[in-house]
């Protein structure tokens, strides 16, 4: 019996920069108040609704949902969810009332009473926005017949947080962007996104920090433009970043204290007996940086990717299937990497 491969352990389009793609749409049942204005029985109904007709739906795109009630999932896997990208931190803070709809690969994720009542997200290695928006699309469209969607001429959708009214949606990439960091340009760029109704912050979205030059660049802008307009927007300003790292990555590269610094990390991850998260991080940061270089070789970026995930706390403690203190993930982490980079050299 094989396991089913999930969406972050394949690299896709633009590999080398762009680890993800996602599309997500917020959306509100027309007959209920909104999340922050429901009582705990409206909101076991508005789960309830959504779960029964998702399970009797003949239609193909929801189909191979299965369903979890996050109140029955401990807080270890919740925060797993999390670094796996399914879900929001504001999702696993309080899960009374909350479900989640969610695909074996995990390409699909539909957070039931999040910020809204529906949060549909689809999800993908690489750019490939256009075919993640064709299948948000599919399920939108199954949904809606099934719920009906709160929706006004003018508005378009209508969402708990105005900032998300019009057409509801987020589309994102989630970047590598070691070379223009280092550059000390990340600052500017993200100023400059932001004119163009863009922003760039931290993997995990608002709030949250860059961590081994990871960054997640989506629209802001969700009303007065189509949401074809915004995808062909966003697909035009990454392909232009993609462009600018390729080339602050060669003109770095050619410096001896950068190429020493990529050898230095590969060694620590071929040899390490111990490596915290931050470590860890960082210096998988460097390698990567060091494979899109072709400085290193005998390691893939879908290696690399599955990492990135699979060594993360609570998805190893998942993994393992109980807890385990900072010292033996960190013993189990540097096993798990030298095993995977042992046929990896500069």
Known sequence: MTMDIKWFEKSGNEGDIVISSRIRLARNLQSMPFPIRMNEQQKQEVRNKIVQMTKQSLNEALKGLTYIDMEQVDKIEAVSMVENHLVSPDFISHTKGKGLLVSKDNCIAV??????????QVMKEGMDLEAIYLLADQLDTAF??????AFDSELGYLTQCPTNLGTGMRASLMLHLPALQKNGIIKRLANNLSKLGLTLRGTYGEGTEPIGALYQLSNQVTLGLSEREAIENLERIVMQLVEEERHTRKSL????????????????????????????????????????????????????????????????????????????????????????????EI
Not at 144 to 149: R, W, Y
Not at 261 to 279: I, N, P, Q, T, Y
């Open 111 to 120: 957070m039931i009473n999040e910020e809204d009542h529906l949060r549909i």
């Open 253 to 344: 590269m050619a410096h001896i204290q950068e190429q020493d610094l990529v050898a230095r990390s590969l060694g620590v991850l071929k040899s390490a007996k111990v490596l915290s998260s931050e470590e860890f991080i960082q210096f998988i940061s460097n390698v990567r940086f060091g494979i899109a270089a072709g400085l290193i070789q005998g390691i893939s970026y879908d290696t690399v990717n599955r990492l990135m995930i699979s060594t993360q706390p609570a998805t190893m403690m998942t993994l393992q299937g109980k807890r385990l203190t900072q010292q033996e993930r960190d013993t189990i982490r540097a096993n798990m990497v030298t095993e995977a980079f042992q046929q990896a």
């Open 144 to 149: 809606n017949e099934m719920l009906q969607f």
